[in-house]
């Protein structure tokens, strides 16, 4: 579903997301939700502040939320039971995206292979250094 903001080209950050996404949220633990939020604010206002992002599509990807504008490649949000201090930051493994995000950011993030940033779930979000993170995401397809 496209997301509609001020600016019919980009999402508002204050917009619920769409029923079924929303559901995805539920599923989840109160601490990962809260952070999902977080990150899901983050991403649209990152979309919203990016040149060149165009429209924002929210939806689920394999159950979890996932963010994609044609101008980039798409944002997921991870978390597993088995890992429950976890939260990643997922994108399409055939990209350069987590080799970039290593090089610049190795000491501050923990990576998962080509495919996952890494966030403790009971630490503060650096959002800047996310924001960077996700605004190279958004334009991948424009490098």
């Known amino acids: 579903?496209?997301?509609?903001?001020?600016?019919?080209?980009?999402?508002?950050?204050?917009?619920?997301?769409?029923q079924k996404v929303r559901k995805a949220f539920d599923a989840v633990p109160d601490r990962v939700r809260h952070k999902w939020y977080a990150l899901r604010a983050l991403i649209l206002q990152t979309a919203e502040a990016t040149p060149g992002v165009g429209p924002l599509t929210?939806?689920?990807k394999w159950g979890e939320p996932s963010y994609a504008a044609a101008s980039g490649t798409p944002v997921r949000l991870g978390w597993k039971p088995a890992e429950p201090d976890t939260i990643k930051l997922l994108v399409h493994c055939q990209t350069s995206l987590?080799?970039?995000?290593?090089?610049?950011?190795?000491?501050m993030f923990r990576f998962e292979g080509t495919r996952a940033l890494l966030l403790d779930v009971n630490?503060?979000?650096?959002?800047?250094?996310?924001?960077?993170?996700?605004?190279?995401?958004?334009?991948y397809k424009r490098r």
Do not use: F, N
Request: aromatic share 4%.
């Open 58 to 60: 929210e939806t689920l």
């Open 123 to 139: 630490a503060p979000l650096p959002d800047a250094q996310l924001s960077h993170c996700i605004a190279m995401a958004l334009t």
């Open 98 to 107: 987590v080799d970039d995000w290593r090089e610049r950011y190795g000491e």
């Open 1 to 18: 579903m496209p997301l509609t903001g001020t600016r019919p080209d980009k999402p508002a950050a204050s917009e619920q997301p769409p």
